[in-house]
């Protein structure tokens, strides 16, 4: 799979922002890449709000959205089931589809 690109990258940040502001949660900011090296996401919270760092080059493009994701969740210290669904309505937002967990009968 390939990388995004950074229009790619600005339209997710941009969809990412809004939904969770639409939820009355934090919408942070990003940017690309992190000031500190060797790391592929970072969050930085200041007066204004949140900004999270996400490595875009020699990635694939599914970390790098799930690494934005992972950001907004940090950045608004959710719950496990909070997080959960949100993580859902975010990667519903940039048109992916939630994954069903996998069950398994005992015999």
């Not at 996400?54 to 994701?69: E, F, H, N, S, Y």
């Amino acid at each position: 799979m390939e990388s995004g690109n950074a229009i790619e990258f600005a339209h997710a940040a941009r969809t990412l922002t809004n939904v969770a502001q639409h939820l009355g949660l934090v919408g942070p900011s990003y940017r690309c890449p992190p000031r500190i090296v060797g790391v592929d996401r970072s969050l930085r919270r200041h007066v204004s709000g949140v900004v999270i760092s996400v490595k875009l080059r020699g990635r694939p493009w599914a970390a790098v959205l799930a690494d934005m994701i992972e950001g907004v969740v940090a950045a608004n210290g959710l719950g496990a089931t909070q997080a959960t669904r949100l993580r859902g309505e975010l990667w519903a937002a940039l048109g992916y589809e939630a994954a069903t967990p996998i069950t398994t009968k005992v015999a």
